[in-house]
């Protein structure tokens, strides 16, 4: 079993920031990509950041430029890095890791259960 913990939600200002941790745990060999995604009410939910293994990293539109995804692959954790927040970043923010449980075994996607961002002033 593979469990995924999101820290750091909350209220902020627009123009504010917040770093947002995300850990895996549990039946880890290893893990390929880690990402964040984001869902508003109403709203389907879309690809805000992803990063790979050895670092490679993809954003959103709309975010380029104002978050940052790092990892820490000795600790099975990924962090995003939100700065010049808006408005419409408002959302519940979901981690996922690709985890491999064992030697030549598939990469499973694990979700994280959420964690709330609001920007509002």
């Known amino acids: 079993q593979v469990q995924v913990v999101e820290s750091g939600g909350g209220l902020v200002q627009p123009g504010g920031s917040l770093r947002l941790s995300c850990a895996a745990s549990?039946?880890?060999?290893?893990?390929?990509?880690m990402g964040w995604y984001r869902q508003a009410p109403g709203n389907q939910r879309e690809l805000v950041a992803a990063?790979?293994?050895?670092?490679?990293?993809n954003y959103a539109d709309s975010v380029k430029g104002r978050f940052t995804i790092s990892r820490d692959n000795a600790k099975n954790t990924v962090y995003l890095q939100m700065n010049s927040l808006k408005p419409e970043d408002t959302a519940v923010y979901y981690c996922?890791?690709?985890?491999?449980?064992?030697?030549?075994?598939?990469?499973?996607?694990?979700w994280g259960q959420g964690t709330q961002v609001t920007v509002s002033s």
């Open positions: 996922h890791g690709d985890v491999i449980s064992q030697l030549r075994g598939p990469a499973v996607r694990s």
């Open positions: 549990g039946r880890i060999f290893s893990i390929n990509a």
């Open positions: 990063i790979t293994r050895d670092g490679k990293t």
